[in-house]
T-cell receptor, first 114, second 110 residues
Framework: DAGVIQSPRHEVTEMGQEVTLRCKPI?????LFWYRQTMMRGLELLIY????????DSGMPEDRFSAKMPNASFSTLKIQPSEPRDSAVYFC????????????FGNGTRLTVT | GQQVMQIPQYQHVQEGEDFTTYCNSS?????IQWYKQRPGGHPVFLIQ?????EVKKQKRLTFQFGEAKKNSSLHITATQTTDVGTYFC??????????FGSGTQLTVLP
């Protein structure tokens, strides 16, 4: 039974480059979430989708961040241009039902921007 | 948005000792969930509490939801080295989306 699949696991890039993180939610789950985890700020919700529609993007730090969900089985989080302060672990999570249902997290993408 | 305070931030215990982490909110919660994240891993859902005064057990873990639905606790009896990790509460209030606490990092000394 496949869980939430994220790629890549690790990404190292230089400041100013575009970064795209990918997520495949669990089949049948209709809500998808992007979280960012840092030591300083903990787990922050960036954006969540319900039935492929963005419901709340108030956590997206700034215009350099964008997220899409073109279909029920795929989502991307893009950072353009990337900055060193974007370095963090980015988790994708999915669930079935409402936004406060138990979450299934992917393994995360560790992003380092130099 | 929903504010959730979790204490302590760190806890070191000797193997066999008990451990408790607390989660507090100034507003009434609709539900609260607990997650465990092993070092280098991702958060894994442990349990959800929805009823006032609810108590649930999973082996050595006991979860409680306060009578006023504003606080919760996770208690581990006789810790083992496999309990090492960071324990997060995640709460939902009127906004419905989950807000995660800052986590309690548990170290178990053999």
């Amino acid at each position: 039974d496949a869980g939430v699949i994220q790629s890549p696991r690790h990404e190292v890039t230089e400041m100013g480059q575009e970064v795209t993180l990918r997520c495949k939610p669990i089949s049948g789950h209709n809500s998808l979430f992007w979280y960012r985890q840092t030591m300083m700020r903990g787990l922050e919700l960036l954006i969540y989708f319900n039935n492929n529609v963005p419901i709340d993007d108030s956590g997206m730090p700034e215009d350099r961040f964008s997220a899409k969900m073109p279909n029920a089985s795929f989502s991307t989080l893009k950072i353009q241009p990337s900055e060193p302060r974007d370095s963090a672990v980015y988790f994708c999570a999915s669930t079935v039902g409402q936004a406060n249902s138990p979450l299934h997290f992917g393994n995360g993408t560790r992003l380092t921007v130099t | 948005g929903q504010q959730v305070m979790q204490i302590p931030q760190y806890q070191h215990v000797q193997e066999g000792e008990d451990f408790t982490t607390y989660c507090n909110s100034s507003t009434t919660l609709s539900n609260i969930q607990w997650y465990k994240q092993r070092p280098g891993g991702h958060p894994v859902f442990l349990i959800q509490l929805v009823k006032s005064g609810e108590v649930k057990k999973q082996k050595r873990l006991t979860f409680q939801f306060g009578e006023a639905k504003k606080n919760s606790s996770l208690h581990i009896t006789a810790t083992q080295t496999t309990d090492v990790g960071t324990y997060f509460c995640a709460a939902s209030g009127s906004a419905r989306q989950l807000t995660f606490g800052s986590g309690t990092q548990l170290t178990v000394l053999p």
